[in-house]
């Protein structure tokens, strides 16, 4: 039997024979003779990437220690998608929806949270999580950093925080810039369509005689794809600054965001419960401004002994509370942008070559956040609080147990005590075992934790409020946010088995197992309170266990110099390990994680100019929490299954021969199917729109 005759097959298997096809396409793979190089073979015929993420040391993909997956600047070209979100779609074990604010994101994981705040997402290897709500800085939010910036995408699968710490939960994804070097000239883009959507994106970099320079803006105008912001006619604004500059050993970049979001109004209906006139609304503009930048400094000249590196980042955001859409009503300050505070973060490290077979990293980092006016909707007792001071300590060993053959990776970090949080320890081993020049395979047992953030501690502004459209009456909350200040840290451990063989020149396979244990698991559940105080959400740790277990698989092939593809699949099931329950009396909900995800990508071209795509996402039926299946209009207590649906999205370009001049048009048709799927199960009519069309001029210059 072919390796590949088991794929057709596999979506229609039980779970527990989804694995064993995953473990026989392994076994498969490792039957196969020896000849060509490691590793996936590439899109487009381009050289293996490199990745930084699994170890903070630049290694090949095929040395990896950790499931690795790296999108490069030319798959996002030829791709449809024109967001990061959108790319990560297509990405086995990433699993990407709307919700009214933004889109989440997990890896290998489940949960209701909106901020994808259980995966580290970091800019050149820098932290870029919120010091608010840890996941994405900005909400509402459209993208997490132009695509057109990108250099690659490093999806690294599985705990981190023996190198990270906190928030590299389900894992780590880093946006590896353009460098001035990279672009070499310019490129201007211009974008629109649908959803009253318009984008001017203009970029220019170029190589010095000792480094480089870049400098990008982008504008965009469009709507949430989403009915809830469609019906209000709500208009999204923003400008993207990106500079970076490179002298020698230094790098130097700084980013700035700014948007702007016309606000909602949600009527209810007449009923005996509500006044007449009774609206839901938020502040009439959403806004924020985030300023980031960062400072590197790397000197490892080749086959040095010792080499040094350094990263010190510093981030600011301004903006309109989590309360200006959720109690508009409850405060004026409510109603006017806050300063958020800022997140400073040091990291300095030290590699040692000189012991033969060894690398050896050995790291420190700092941290001060500082949360400014953000306290306005936190808990009175929060000010106390109102930031820390975190210190972190980490080493690393990537060595040889057999020279040329099997790779070891040992890493251990520290996190001290900060005001809020006991110190916690991460370990983390890997062996890489290459048996010969077309195959490595990958076993591990990694680790990680999250922190609560402050808005699960500490957030004590209303959910949902009543009020007036006259102001006949005064507002009052039907749900408010109840602080807790017990809450713990999550915490995970992660087995996995995976391995590459490059079944060809033209063809490769990779395929993944993992096992997952999950404790002290953050949910949010509604608390009762005596009349006549509201009811009140709480963020709460279910005291059970909870067991992942799951795979992925991946065929990519380069079939000629025009025609490329890949297509992979995911599974995974979760069960409850130990018997627990919340506050609310509810066990685990394992929510917004379907059983199976399958993703296919087609690219062709140039044939006589002309080049296509066409990438097709199709996720199984999942889960939504209970808690809103009541806001929805289902009875309390109802589990809402959200069926399972497939986006396909195409692109046909076509490049004008014109003289020093790249001159392309493209056409994007993204949901060509029409789908309207529910992402996410809220209150609000969260219905996706259908199909659209757009158009883009590209000209590199």
Not at 16 to 22: A, E, G, S, Y
Not at 126 to 142: A, E, K, Q, R
Request: net charge neutral; charged share 20%; glycine share 10%.
């Amino acid at each position: 039997m072919e390796c590949g005759s088991l794929l057709p097959h596999s979506i229609t298997l039980s779970a527990h024979m989804k694995q064993l096809v995953l473990l026989s396409l392994l076994a498969c793979a490792l039957s196969l003779e020896a000849q060509q190089t490691i590793g996936q073979v590439t899109l487009f015929g381009e050289e293996q990437p490199k990745v930084e993420a699994a170890t903070k040391t630049e290694i090949p993909i095929s040395k990896a220690p950790a499931p690795v997956t790296v999108i490069t600047a030319k798959q996002i070209g030829e791709s449809g998608a024109r967001s990061v979100p959108d790319i990560l779609r297509l990405v086995a074990g990433v699993n990407v929806r709307w919700n009214p604010m933004i889109q989440t994101l997990d890896i290998r994981g489940f949960g209701e949270n909106p901020f994808s705040n259980r995966i580290l997402l970091l800019i050149d290897g820098v932290p870029y999580n919120s010091g608010d709500t840890g996941g994405f800085p900005l909400s509402p939010g459209f993208d997490t950093f132009p695509i057109q910036n990108i250099k690659r995408i490093e999806i690294v699968r599985g705990p981190g925080s023996s190198l990270y710490g906190e928030n590299a939960y389900w894992g780590v994804i880093n946006i590896v810039t353009l460098s001035g070097d990279d672009l070499a000239g310019g490129d201007a883009q211009i974008f629109g369509g649908d959803r009253s959507t318009s984008s001017v994106n203009v970029q220019y970099g170029r190589k010095l005689k000792d480094g480089s320079i870049l400098g990008s803006v982008r504008t965009l105008r469009s709507m949430f794809p989403m009915t809830f912001w469609i019906d209000d006619d709500s208009k999204f604004r923003a400008t993207d600054i990106f500079l970076k500059g490179g002298y020698k050993d230094f790098q130097l970049s700084v980013y700035r965001h700014d948007d702007r979001l016309g606000g909602f109004e949600e009527h209810f209906a007449v009923s005996p419960r509500f006044p007449p006139g009774s609206q839901f609304a938020s502040v009439h503009q959403v806004q924020q401004t985030l300023d980031i930048a960062q400072l590197k400094y790397n000197h490892a000249p080749g086959g040095a002994a010792v080499t040094y590196s350094a990263d010190v980042s510093w981030s600011h955001r301004t903006g309109t509370l989590c309360a200006g859409c959720h109690a508009a009503t409850q405060k004026p300050e409510f109603s006017q942008p806050a300063n958020h505070g800022y997140q400073v973060i040091g990291d300095f490290r030290l590699g040692l070559h000189m012991i033969r077979g060894h690398d050896i990293l050995f790291g420190a980092e700092g941290r001060r956040l500082n949360r400014a006016e953000h306290a306005a909707e936190l808990a009175p007792n929060a000010a106390a609080v109102n930031g820390y001071d975190k210190f972190a300590i980490y080493a690393q060993d990537q060595f040889d147990v057999i020279t040329n053959k099997l790779r070891a990776v040992a890493g251990l970090r520290y996190d001290g005590k900060t005001q809020l949080f006991d110190a916690k320890t991460s370990p983390r081993l890997s062996l890489v075992y290459t048996p010969n020049n077309r195959m490595v395979i990958r076993s591990g047992y990694s680790t990680a934790f999250r922190f609560p953030n402050f808005n699960e501690l500490y957030q004590a502004s209303w959910f949902l409020n009543v009020a007036s459209e006259t102001g006949s009456f005064t507002p009052f909350p039907l749900t408010t946010f109840l602080p807790n200040e017990t809450l713990k840290p999550e915490g995970i451990r992660t087995l996995d088995l995976g391995g590459e063989y490059q079944i060809s020149p033209s063809v490769s396979a990779k395929a993944d197992l993992y096992r997952s244990k999950v404790s002290n698991f953050i949910v949010v559940g509604l608390a009762r309170r005596p009349a006549p105080l509201p009811s009140a959400l709480q963020f709460q740790n279910n005291p059970g266990t909870a067991v992942i277990t799951g795979g992925e698989l991946e065929l990519r092939s380069s079939f000629s110099n025009t025609v490329t593809g890949f297509v992979n699949w995911a599974h995974q099931s979760e069960r409850q390990d130990r018997a627990g329950v919340d506050a609310t009396g509810a066990p685990i909900e394992f929510v917004y994680a379907p059983d199976d995800k399958v993703n296919l990508g087609a690219y062709a071209g140039p044939f006589h100019n002309v080049r296509g795509s066409l990438e097709a996402s199709w996720r199984g039926r999942y889960a939504a929490p209970r808690f809103w299946s009541s806001f929805a209009g289902a009875p309390a207590g109802t589990e809402a299954i959200l069926p399972g649906y497939t986006f396909l999205n195409g692109r046909l370009s076509y490049d004008f021969p014109v003289q020093h001049h790249s001159v392309r048009l493209s056409v994007f048709g993204n949901n060509l199917l029409d789908k309207r799927p529910k992402e996410t199960l809220i209150g609000v009519d969260t219905t996706l729109v259908g199909r659209e069309v757009y158009g883009q001029v590209e000209v590199r210059f």
